[in-house]
């Protein structure tokens, strides 16, 4: 099983940036999936989640701002983040569960796969 996590980087306040999770190993289509983000000294918090029929979930603090969306065929999910914000700034982590539930979640305890991680930073 692998979850490869790219996108990150240096943005400024109110720019935008494409985070991509390729996953591999594992039956893509029967999986939720989920982007997490951790900042120094925080708690990984839930950022956005989709289950396996595509429905989807957000944290407030996001809410309007990103979107979560995945490819069955490419077996990626993708995290558009717009209007991006200073405490925006973390670590973000795409993860894999198997989709029991029959909805998306936000609860990391869940996900069985991790991706490594990649950095945003949003300064000027």
């Known amino acids: 099983v692998q979850l490869v996590d790219s996108g990150g980087g240096l943005v400024q306040p109110g720019g935008s940036l494409r985070l991509s999770c390729v996953a591999s190993g594992f039956a893509f289509d029967n999986y939720a999936m989920g982007w997490f983000r951790q900042a120094p000294g925080q708690e990984r918090e839930g950022v956005a989640g989709?289950?396996?029929?595509?429905?989807?979930i957000y944290t407030d603090s996001v809410q309007g701002r990103f979107t979560i969306s995945r490819d069955n065929d490419k077996t990626t999910v993708d995290l558009e983040m717009n209007s991006l914000k200073p405490e925006d700034t973390a670590m973000y982590y795409c993860?894999?569960?198997?989709?029991?539930?029959?909805?998306?979640?936000?609860?990391?305890?869940?996900?069985?796969?991790w991706g490594q991680g990649t950095q945003v930073t949003v300064s000027s």
């Open positions: 993860a894999a569960m198997e989709d029991y539930r029959g909805s998306p979640s936000l609860s990391g305890g869940q996900f069985d796969y």
């Open positions: 989709i289950d396996s029929r595509g429905h989807t």
